[in-house]
Each structure stands twice: as C-alpha cells, then as structure tokens.
C-alpha cells in the first residue's frame, strides 16, 4: 500500500489499530517472575565489622544489633588487613547462636587492598594484595561473588573504562556500592551509572547500599530488600537472588523505616514499564545514562530512552529506594549536543535528560564569572557558576559562561590582621590578634562568607561589596580540666589510634607535639563531663601542614547519642605550612551524650600540639 495516497481517515484508523512501533523492548528485568502478591521482603546489610578488624563491637554484639533491628541477613565482612587474615566465619565460632538469632549468615570478607571488594561464600584474603583483577581471579577460583565497594572513594584514580573491563572480564563480580554508610561518598552512583552507560544491555551491574558497620553512628542508613519466594530464607535461594539482582537498595538517612518507599509490584508489557507503589507519581524517578528522564509510575516504552533505565523511589528526608536496572534494546535514541564554551560539561546526551550539572572555569585573575549566555532557557540559575539544566528537543545546545572584571572593595578586620583591599571572589586569610591572658570567642559583624565564626585564623570568601568584621575575646577563660594537653607529655592517651598513624616530635623546650600521617586520622572521646544543652564547646590548638602542594587537613568535634550515634558534627580545614591559633566550635544539643575529637589527614603530614577545651554558656 502506498500511505502516500491514503485519506487522512484511513491513516487514523491504521494508528487506532496498532500500526506504530514503539522505540524500545525490555530485555533484561531482574523482577521477571516473582510472585509479588505472596515472596517475603528480607532487609539485609552486606559490608559490616566487628573487633576481627577496626569495628567496635564484638562479632556476637553486631549480629544481636542487627537482628534486633529487624535485619535476616548480614555478611560480616572483616578487613583482610588484620589479624587473622581469614574471615570472620563461620558465626559458632565467636559465641553467636545462628538459629536463636534468625538470621541467614552470609560468609564475607572485605579484600582491603589496593580497592576495597566485597567477598562473598568464600574464604579468600590476603593482606599483601596489591592488584584487584588478581584478587578478583582468586574469588572466582574459589566459587565467591564480588562486589567493588565505595567506587567514589578511588575517583582520583579509577576510570570508567577501568571498572567497565573489570567487569567484562569477571562474571563473578555482580555488584557495585551506590550508597556507603549516610552516603559517605556521592560519587558513587556517578560512577556507576557511567558504568552502567557503556555496559548495558548486555551486562547489568546490581547497585547495593551497605552500612559499612564500624560504630554506631554508621548503623541501619543503608541497607538493602531482596525479595526471596515463601520460605526462601537461606543461602540457595539468597545468593540466586544476589546474582539475578532481585533486591533494591536502600538509603535511610533519619532510620526511620516508616519513610521507605518499597514497590509493590513491577508489570512489563511492550508498550510501558509500569509500577505499583504507594506514593505520588513525582516521587517515581527514572534515570538513564545518568540523569533524570521521566517522572511517574509509567514509564512509556515509546519515550526516548538509551540502553537501560533505572528508578529511584524518593521518600521524606532524603530517603530513597534505587530499583535494579532494565537493559533495553532501542531504536536509535535522540541525542543533543551540548557544548559549554568556557566551561565544563560538554557531550552528547539524551534528549529529554533533565539536572544536567555543568561548571565555569576559573575566570582569569582579575575577572569573575557574572553569568551564563546562549540558550539558556532551561538553567536552574544562569547567574550561578555551577548549576544544572534540562535538555529539551534541540540537537544541539551552546552555552557560554561570560566573565566581567573584579571589583575591588574594603575589607576592614579589627582587633586582627587582613589585607585593607580585597578583590571580589577571592579568598582571604584574615587572623584575630590575641591579647595576652585571654582566649578568642568568635568574630562578629559581616561574617556570611567566613569559613568559621568561631576559628582565630579562618577565610573569608570576598563578596560584591565592602566588610567589616571584629574579633571578639574571653579573658579569664576556665577550660575543662578533663581535656588539656598542652605539650602531649603524656603521649596519646586517650587517643583511638593506629601506632603508625602518628608519631610524636620532640621540641627544643622538652615538649612534644603530635604528627598525624598522610591518609590517617585519630579519634578521642571526652567523657565524664556535665554537659547540657546549649553549651558552646570550642576546641582551641595550634596546627600547620608540612607537604608539597596543596595539602588538606580536618580538625573537628562530632556529637554523639547515648547509642553513640552521630547528632551534629563540626570541623575546620588545616591549610598553613606554618603554626596558627585555630578553633572548632559548636553547640550541644538534645540527647547529646558525649564529643569526639578527631583529626584526619588527606596530603601530606598534620602537625598539632597546645590542644585545650572550653565549655562556655551560650547568650
């Protein structure tokens, strides 16, 4: 038949019977087959320590913790770096009574070295690892599954291609982390959908979320559900559904359950994916090649789509349930060029990708980004250096960052050291000039754009107009007897710390100042203090870097709950190479038990020393 001479009627009947195509088929889906209306949910944590490495609590204290949390299943996967080398298996052997407990135990081990992977129904380690595809070879003669854990804790230096050859090359290795404890590193689900992007339809990757158990503050943010038939609870039936990747994970930051969003049931035919699940349709995310294109519990199969498709289920407070992902064989997609000319963020996407993020560069010296120019109807905020957009039924979009030239204005620091003439959009050192017997509290007037109130030396990010700021000080201040350490005479006690995380160094008057390694951190708990709510603690030290380059280290105080549970934390940046005053501070609140002091080092090495407490009531 030739359509070019049917009637406009005969066309409309044609569509009305069927005669179209639709641009995509489902050709992976985990789900396919479950009996929604009768399998059991069973909520799982896959990435847990106990004292058999770095965590706090004894293999029989976790799994009493967990099981009382309504968890079934737990791997206790125990750093392969410390003593014994061997896995922390099987249960009996550490006083845990398996059936009493209710739980499926899941033989695990976390390969700690050069990557952290996850190891599963196998007894592999082996601390002086030092390839991952090598360890990944001794997981699969042993029968084991793999996962890679935290991916965006090694975006400096693993690539896309990287992790997509591992996984070409291991059937065995099924997963990948996209949440790590309260989402430690949100780099992960970047990563994995990057991955994802060059992989499928022909090789899903299953997304996992894991507590990452060392101390309480870690416990029941991210977990994960499988969906296991009547009856299904024990290692046959969960390790079929770890490979088919009949799960969804889950991150719960508040821990609270009632949030979580679960779906129902999933039903596929050729024309949609559709959901069942009790929430609002804008609440049903779906995401391909790495960015939001669909919104709602249907999922048209004629929209345009790439090679898969996943969906995340928003809840209240940030909670979110990520689906597995569908491999879809499409017709060719419509993609958009996108080009940012003096920027970051240019490449070829999906049209109809929405919260594509892109970046300016650094203006020359003496310019500053002022906005963002071409087709810039869909920008979240183009007078915003970083910021997102929707593409939109266009080949190809062009933006261009527009640079102006930096204005000078008057930065004016009393009782404290800074420079009189401040350019826009720079950074400034600015330092209080301590009087002698007294102790600095806070600066106080234009303080919006200080890094912190509450530090003698800090930086002030200069805004589009003149500043005043003052320092304020404490005579006679009294400090907590409880935590002073002027010299570190008595060496690290107290402290929670590996030897060679740090060394002491002897000065020309006797005393001795701590040094905290590259890569290293240390911790210590104040405790045995009357504190109440709405009492300041400041922390005062002096600190400075010793390294090459751009070195970064933290100092801060983190509140705990009685259950040792992160309330708030604060921390401040350790730049100078020379030594500096500097505090932390911040409130006490409610249900606050106790602080830590802990001090981490990125680059290089962290020198402290003159380390003393002050509790001070608020006005």
């Known amino acids: 038949m030739n359509l070019r001479l049917c009637s406009p009627l005969l066309l409309i009947a044609l569509l009305a019977l069927g005669c179209t195509t639709h641009s995509s088929r489902v050709v992976i889906n985990p789900y396919a087959g479950l009996d929604w209306e009768n399998l059991e949910r069973h909520k799982a944590n896959l990435h847990t320590h106990t004292t058999e490495s770095d965590g706090v609590l004894s293999p029989a204290q976790v799994v009493n913790l967990y099981a009382d949390a309504g968890y079934t299943i737990l791997a206790l996967t125990d750093h392969d770096t410390h003593e014994p080398e061997k896995p922390t298996w099987p249960w009996e052997e550490y006083g845990i009574d398996v059936e009493s407990s209710g739980m499926l135990p899941i033989l695990g081990n976390e390969i700690s070295r050069p990557d952290h992977i996850g190891s599963y129904f196998n007894d592999y380690g082996d601390r002086e690892q030092r390839s991952v595809p090598d360890a990944l070879v001794e997981i699969g003669d042993r029968a084991g599954l793999a996962v890679m854990f935290h991916p965006g804790r090694y975006a400096h230096r693993r690539t896309t291609d990287w992790y997509v050859d591992l996984y070409q090359t291991f059937p065995h290795l099924i997963g990948m982390e996209v949440f790590n404890q309260n989402d ?72 609270d359950t009632t949030q979580v969003i679960l779906p129902e049931r999933i039903d596929i035919s050729s024309r949609a994916i559709e959901l069942t699940v009790s929430c609002d349709n804008d609440q049903v995310i779906w995401i ?35 689906l597995q992902p569908f491999g879809l064989r499409s017709a060719k997609a419509r993609m958009t ?27 020359e010296e003496g310019s500053v980004f002022d906005h963002w120019a071409g087709d810039v109807q869909t920008l979240e ?55 002698d017997g007294a102790v600095f509290d806070k600066w106080i007037g234009d303080v919006e754009d200080l890094e912190s109130v509450y530090s003698p030396t800090t930086r002030l990010l200069m805004p589009r107009g003149d500043v005043q700021v003052t320092a304020t000080f404490v005579h006679d201040a009294v400090f907590a007897p409880e935590f002073q350490n002027p010299s570190f005479k008595e060496g690290i006690k107290g402290w929670q710390a590996e030897e060679e995380d740090v060394r002491f160094i002897e000065n020309e008057d006797g005393s001795r100042h701590l040094a ?19 009492q300041r603690l400041t922390l005062h030290f002096e600190a400075k870097i010793e390294a090459e380059g751009n070195p970064v280290g933290f100092v801060g105080m983190q509140f705990l709950s009685e259950a040792r549970e992160e309330l708030t934390s604060q921390s401040i940046t350790v730049r100078e190479q020379q030594w500096v005053p500097l505090a932390v501070s911040g409130v006490i609140v409610e249900d606050m038990a106790m602080p830590n002091i802990f001090i981490w080092m990125r680059r290089g090495e962290l020198h402290l020393r003159d380390f003393r407490l002050r509790i001070q009531s608020e006005d």
């Open 184 to 255: 430690r590193y949100p780099g992960d689900r970047a990563i994995y959908d990057a991955v994802l992007s060059q992989l499928m339809p022909d090789r899903p990757v299953w997304a996992m979320a894991n507590d990452d158990f060392h101390r309480m503050e870690h416990f029941a943010r991210s977990f994960n559900v499988f969906f296991l038939p009547p009856g299904g609870l024990n290692e046959a039936e969960f390790r079929q559904a770890f490979e088919e990747g009949r799960f969804v994970a889950v991150h719960n930051p508040t821990r």
């Open 288 to 322: 391909s090649h790495g960015h939001e294109i669909h919104r709602g519990k249907r999922l048209p199969l004629s929209a345009n789509l790439g090679d898969y498709v996943r969906v995340v289920l928003m809840g209240e407070a940030d909670t979110q349930t990520h």
């Open 337 to 363: 060029e996108l080009e940012i000319v003096g920027g970051t963020g240019s490449g070829r996407y999906l049209t109809g990708s929405r919260g594509v993020p892109i970046q300016a560069d650094a203006p």
């Open 381 to 435: 905020d183009p007078e915003s250096p970083s910021t997102r957009l929707d593409i939109h039924g266009r080949d190809r979009i062009e933006i261009q960052a527009v640079n102006r030239l930096a204005e000078t204005f008057t930065l004016t620091v009393e009782h404290g050291i800074g420079i009189d003439q401040a350019t826009e959009a720079t950074f400034q050192t600015i330092r209080a000039e301590i009087p």
């Open 516 to 534: 905290v390694r590259q890569f290293s951190g240390i911790m210590q708990r104040v405790e045995g203090m009357n504190l109440k709510p709405g």
